[in-house]
């Protein structure tokens, strides 16, 4: 590997599984010191174990938890280069059968975590005046949409409004502010919940011809967090197999 994350520290949440984990890997394999933090603390501390990570429990619902995880990083590292937010939730539930609690639940891990995250790790940021602040958003709000995703996407549509707010507020302390819009990810969730003709259509959308995966998403977050990222900022990079560029379904040249 080519160290291009070499003397970087980073902080990953949501670290434990799927794309997070793929993250940390990729980090990993690019020299960055590590801290992961995630709601699943069997599954996080594995994950941590696998890297020679630190790990701390953490629920970015909650600002206390946010502070916290930064607060360890700067306790082993003495300093925090990267942070990034992947924590998520995505409960399927149709707009007419979800409550109020349910519609705070996603906002709050989603939307309110990606605050949580952020100022959490201005401090630290500011002081040193230079720092990458990177988010996953989604496809999914922000461009499309389907039944049942009603307050995900909603909560993914913020994220991108948040990022370029924040870019533009931090842009003075040496901050650049970005993130990575997923499309269909074949993570071990996927795998466990969906059956194999529900992936198979999913990958019958795609131009590409399959699912991404998570060290596809992964190779975005390490070009944001690189130094050859250095001139971008308030953006998100669309990494979905190219998802979002058929005006139907019918779009191949050659169809079966």
């Known amino acids: 590997m ?3 994350l070499a003397n970087k520290v980073a902080l990953i949440i949501g670290a434990a599984r799927g794309i997070g984990k793929g993250i940390a890997q990729r980090f990993a394999e690019e020299g960055a010191s590590l801290v992961l933090a995630d709601f699943e603390a069997v599954a996080g501390q594995a994950t941590a174990n696998e890297m020679g990570a630190g790990f701390i429990h953490t629920d970015i619902s909650k600002m ?8 360890l990083t700067l306790k082993h590292h003495g300093r925090l280069d990267i942070i990034v ?3 998520g939730i995505y409960p399927w539930q149709l707009i007419e059968n979800t409550s109020p609690d349910d519609w705070d639940r996603v906002m709050a891990v989603n939307l309110r975590g990606t605050f949580n995250a952020a100022r959490a790790a201005l401090l630290p940021m ?4 230079s720092g990458r602040m990177l988010f996953t958003s989604s496809i999914t709000g922000p461009h499309v949409t389907s039944p049942g995703h009603g307050h995900y996407s909603a909560s993914k549509a913020g994220i991108n409004g948040f990022i370029r707010s924040a870019a533009l507020e931090f842009s003075g302390y040496g901050i650049n502010v970005n993130g990575v819009e997923p499309g269909n990810i074949l993570t071990e969730a996927i795998q466990l919940h969906r059956g194999a003709a529900f992936i198979k259509g999913m990958e019958d959308s795609i131009p590409l011809g399959r699912l991404g995966s ?5 190779n975005a977050f390490l070009f944001l967090a690189s130094d ?10 669309v990494v979905d197999g190219g998802q979002l560029l058929p005006e139907g379904a019918d779009f191949r040249l050659l169809p079966p």
Do not use: F, M
């Not at 500011?126 to 005046?129: M, Y």
């Not at 050859?228 to 990079?237: E, F, L, R, V």
């Open 126 to 129: 500011k002081a040193q005046h």
């Open 85 to 87: 937010q992947n924590a």
């Open 228 to 237: 050859d990222a250095s001139y971008i900022t308030g953006t998100t990079i």
């Open 64 to 71: 206390a938890d946010a502070e916290a995880a930064v607060a």
């Open 214 to 218: 998570p060290r596809d998403i992964a």
């Open 2 to 4: 080519s160290g291009r």
